[in-house]
């Protein structure tokens, strides 16, 4: 466990995750190519993931750090493969933010590990070799010198001091579709559906626990405490006032929460919590969540039933 607040955590988007694991804990999969994925940080159920992915005969894990799910036990072969980080590609890299936001990350100079490729040309290269490739596989990049039009006629300039002064360009405009147009969808119109919130029914004596992302995502800073909540210790369990009393615990005693599928131990932590309700941190609580999945988004729910002891 970690105690270290912004550490990056990679993290697999789109919702056939859970699809893969459930996959690969049938033995289904005999390969898996995972970039910059760790599934055993960011599934529910980490004991069920190991599992799974010790199936996979051959699993390939391409990124700049090796994670723990490229430590597991593999089927037959695990293979690992060294990437450059964006500031050691040549010419520099464009990356996009989870705001559209296209900024350019200049290479910086320095020691370079030998093994290490561009993110980009390891899958070319494992496409050109590998059997029945076609021929007309190809893989692009665009790097370099960018300026590539975006909508509405900008772009990012080729100038090396406005490159340093933090240029970006936002695709799309500020705002998505403020002219009631929504392209790519038939007729140029959103479909909105219903949603009706689930009732969910803690039993008596149980907590309802939350997962915290905070600040663990890619491009934060590094830190021994959180910024928001003040906390220096990954394991803390937030615990509002009132149940604290009632259990009479103290900041900083030791707790144990158990659910359906696993267990934690970690320090309990006086906060502003609805009462009933616990907060865990995030992917430190993925043990005592279980592989349930929405239909409709296929997203895991990252929330679980517990109970809170004194440890």
């Not at 056939?16 to 599934?43: C, H, K, Q, W």
């Not at 997962?211 to 369990?237: A, C, H, V, W, Y």
């Not at 616990?278 to 988004?297: F, G, K, M, T, Y």
Request: net charge positive; charged share 25%.
């Amino acid at each position: 466990m970690s105690d270290t607040w912004g550490a990056p955590v990679p993290s697999w988007h789109g919702h056939r995750a859970p699809e893969i694991v459930d996959a690969a804990g049938r033995g289904e999969i005999d390969f898996l190519y995972s970039i910059g994925g760790n599934l055993l940080a960011t599934m529910p159920d980490p004991n069920y993931v190991a599992m799974a992915m010790s199936r996979v005969r051959l699993r390939i894990h391409q990124d700049v750090v090796i994670n723990t799910s490229a430590l597991l036990e593999p089927g037959e072969t695990v293979l690992l493969l060294p990437a450059q980080t964006r500031y050691e590609h040549a010419g520099g890299v464009t990356s996009t933010n989870t705001e559209r936001r296209i900024r350019f990350s200049p290479e910086i100079p320095g020691p370079r590990i030998a093994e290490a490729k561009a993110e980009w040309e390891i899958p070319a290269l494992v496409a050109r070799r590998a059997p029945r490739a076609r021929a007309g596989a190809h893989l692009s990049q665009h790097q370099g010198n960018p300026r590539g039009d975006c909508k509405g006629g900008s772009h990012l300039s080729r100038d090396r001091e406005a490159r340093e002064a933090g240029e970006w360009v936002q695709w799309g405009g500020p705002m998505l579709c403020s002219n009631g147009r929504f392209d790519g969808m038939p007729g140029e119109r959103a479909a909105f559906r219903k949603v009706v919130s689930p009732r969910v029914e803690v039993p008596a004596g149980k907590f309802y626990l939350s997962s915290r992302r905070g600040k663990q995502f890619n491009s934060m800073t590094f830190g021994t405490t959180d910024p928001l909540t003040g906390s220096r210790s990954r394991d803390e369990i937030f615990v509002s006032e009132a149940d604290a009393a009632r259990l009479a615990l103290r900041r900083g005693d030791p707790v144990v929460l158990r659910s359906e599928t696993g267990t934690m131990r970690g320090r309990a932590r006086i906060a502003d919590v609805k009462v009933g309700n616990l907060v865990a941190q995030w992917p430190e609580c993925n043990v005592l969540i279980a592989r349930r999945v929405d239909p409709i988004s296929g997203e895991p729910d990252y929330n679980a039933v517990v109970s809170l002891e004194k440890g």
